[in-house]
């Protein structure tokens, strides 16, 4: 069964950073690419980024461009998301989704329940 | 404003079909085949309907099927059922750095 489990979300302050966490399994990790996909409160899905199986294609949205980074842990089964100079737009539900392709193509076929960051002084 | 276009609500009334409609440009949904569509309930995380424009996932009923025309790409639901009620998401790979873009939702609500 496959399962994607987030951690590292909570309440930070505008301007700090927090590091996400996506724990793999079920599944050949290394054989898909992966992806982050944030939901701002009552707001519709809004893709962050996304890596694929070998690191080697890495997309963000414009609005995390130069702030986010995303990266895998093939060897440990993980995804991360550093977060910089977060804003109280970032504010939201964090998922981890897993792709159907090793490069990045947008079909989500798992999710994870999410961790919620809250940005607020 | 979402990068995808797709209607704010549509409504049907049990037993009947609906088309939720995801219009995007040559960059995205006209360009490529990794056009996908995403149900959400309330509190959940989204489900994978239909990949690809018009492949359906293991275990996801027939009744939901998709289709592409141009820059246009659709999902239709026919047999609606109670539990179909909830938001509807597309997606698509995009040509720009950006790579994947999504529509804003529609919350199908079954009468």
């Known amino acids: 069964e496959v399962q994607l489990v987030e951690s590292g979300g909570g309440l930070v302050q505008p301007g700090r950073s927090l590091r996400l966490s996506c724990a793999a399994s079920?599944?050949?990790?290394?054989?898909?690419?992966m992806h982050w996909v944030r939901q701002a409160p009552g707001k519709g899905l809004e893709w962050v980024s996304g890596?694929?199986?070998?690191?080697?294609?890495?997309g963000y949205a414009d609005s995390v461009k130069g702030r986010f980074t995303i990266s895998r842990d093939n060897a440990k089964n993980s995804l991360y998301l550093q977060m910089n100079s977060l804003r109280a737009e970032d504010t939201a539900l964090y998922y981890c989704a897993k792709d159907t392709y090793d490069i990045l193509t947008g079909n989500f076929d798992y999710w994870g329940q999410g961790t919620l960051v809250t940005v607020s002084s | 404003q979402s990068a995808l276009t797709q209607p704010a609500s549509v409504s049907g009334s049990p037993g009947q079909s609906i088309t939720i409609s995801c219009t995007g440009t040559?960059?995205?949904?006209?360009?490529?085949?990794?056009v996908s569509w995403y149900q959400q309930h309330p509190g959940k995380a989204p489900k994978l309907m239909i990949y690809e424009v018009s492949n359906r996932p293991s275990g996801v009923p027939d009744r939901f099927s998709g289709s592409k025309s141009g820059n246009t790409a659709s999902l239709t639901i026919s047999g609606l059922q109670a539990e179909d009620e909830a938001d509807y998401y597309c997606?698509?790979?995009?040509?720009?750095?950006?790579?994947?873009?999504f529509g804003g939702g529609t919350k199908l609500t079954v009468l």
């Open positions: 890596i694929s199986w070998n690191s080697g294609s890495i």
């Open positions: 040559s960059s995205d949904v006209g360009g490529y085949n990794y």
């Open positions: 997606s698509s790979y995009t040509s720009s750095s950006t790579r994947v873009v």
């Open positions: 079920g599944f050949t990790f290394d054989d898909y690419a």
